[in-house]
């Protein structure tokens, strides 16, 4: 679908003029962009570009986060729910479901669909499936979310029910996502079809079921490539390219530089977890009060104002908004204080360490690779040398002691930021915390599981093992032709909504 024109735009004035930014951006993508043009026809496939490695179709690894393989998971296979543009539930697999009044059973009816021609899709697979993919041992990134389930049941060929030992509200969200697709012999549901594999791009053919929602408007190919950012960014400046999914924080500057017209840069509002985890609980970072001077000297304000993103918002607590949370998330003690105080504040306490330790504390930051990734760290280092400590920049994936987190909330429970946080994930979460968490788990009702919620939240906000920035940056560069495009707040968009009929 995407085509060629050759009127390169200029670069916005104000990030010519932004000299803490122009410094950052490679060469290679300015030698690239000398020859980069705008536009396209609406001929052929829609070409879509994800941001990332190479997909890998029904990975059951880490590698199922990814943004590629997500998407070509999303759009081969379904799982009984599915989201649709606006990140909201639709039907997948199932037609249509009931949940029973206290919240214990969701009873689901398949529609009539195949596998492939001739082998129909049946509950008593579908529960196999499910089975496996709701175990704490399946190995995806939502692994451990799934405590409360009981059984999973085929009652009939078409009629399959989840038994719930505990009520889960957002229960249908965490089936909705990419890790939950059901595949058999590495075939899927649709809505989309692998027509063929052209080098590293996959063309995806619609299939053509009137019955399903989720394949209604699923009317047109798709050739989904995956590929570094700044080709990405490239390829849709060239016209090369009708949508770019996966963009973050730390490749945004190069999505700016391209200057795309009218409101062709589109920011998902999404919630979740940006900030520094600490993953060494040696030498400075050791107490909590330690930890939490390093909370103090950071000026969200102005990582925020460095990357001028519309809605864009300092974030100093773990959970964000009050969600099933008893009482309003627990703020920092410091946060009445201004910032000059706290600053001093911080100070005084790298200097009491300093008294039983000769050098400057010296801190590895682990950031991923990008011109974002320099922009914040540069405001990072500022902040932390104005109390005292030496701030030193490492690879992603090497040893270091914080390390960025950068996730988007699959749903809309304080239990995914908290048990992100676990001592499972060897953070210094503190033992009353995690006992809590524990707790809520097997809480026999909403209101007391949400009492024991907040008493995570508040003793994991003492124990600083996280320190938060803003929420995670997700964007895409739309063509304006896609009309059923929309930002949501699951980050999630499916490759069969994105025209209007």
Known sequence: MAGSACQPRPV?????????????????????????????????????????????????????????????????????????????????????????????????????????????????ELARLLRRKLSPNAGHRLARSFHAVDAVIAVTDDILEIRLKQPRPQFLALLAQPELTLH?????????????????????????????????????????????????????????????????????????????????????????LFGLGVVNQEGFLATAENREAVSMAIDRQAIVRAFDIPGWNPVNAIVPARLDLAAEPAQPEWLPVDRE??????????????????????????????????????????????????????????????RLIDEVAPHDSATWYLTRLSCARRLPCGET?????????????????????????????VNVPFIPIASPVRWSLVRSRLQGFKPNARAVHPLNHLLKD
């Open 184 to 272: 058999s012999a590495m075939r899927g549901g649709g809505p989309f079809r692998m027509a063929e594999q052209q080098g590293t791009a996959f063309l995806l053919a619609p299939i053509t079921d009137p019955e399903s929602p989720a394949t209604a408007q699923a009317r047109y190919p798709v050739r989904l490539r995956a590929g570094r950012a700044a080709v990405a960014v490239v390829r849709y400046d060239r016209g090369q390219a009708d949508l770019v999914l996966g963009g973050g924080y730390a490749d945004l500057p190069y999505a700016r530089v391209i200057n795309p017209p009218g409101a062709q840069l589109r920011f998902d509002p999404v919630p979740g």
């Open 341 to 402: 105080q706290r600053v001093a504040i911080a100070r005084a306490r790298v200097a009491a360490w300093r008294g039983n330790n000769a050098a400057f504390p010296r801190l590895r930051i682990a950031l991923p690779a990008g011109a974002g990734s320099r922009i914040l760290f540069a405001r990072l280092a500022i902040d932390l040398g104005q109390i005292g400590i030496i701030a030193e920049r490492v690879a992603f994936d090497a040893a270091a002691d914080l």
């Open 433 to 461: 915390g995690d006992a809590a968490l524990t707790a809520s788990r097997d809480a026999p009702s909403l209101a007391e599981r949400s009492v024991k919620l907040s008493q995570a939240d508040s003793a994991y906000a």
């Open 12 to 124: 916005p004035k104000t990030w010519t003029q932004a000299v803490t930014i122009r410094p950052f951006l490679p060469s290679a993508l300015a030698v690239l962009l000398l020859t980069a043009c705008g536009g396209g026809d609406s001929g052929g496939p829609v070409e879509v570009v994800a941001i990332g490695p190479q997909p890998k179709l029904a990975a059951s690894d880490g590698d199922a986060a990814s943004t590629p393989s997500a998407i070509l998971d999303l759009s081969v296979a379904q799982g009984l729910v599915a989201f649709d543009a606006s990140g909201q539930v639709e039907p997948g697999l199932a037609e249509r479901w009931i949940v029973s009044d206290d919240g214990l059973s969701y009873i689901f009816r398949l529609r009539d669909t195949e596998w492939r021609p001739g082998r129909p899709i049946k509950a008593a």
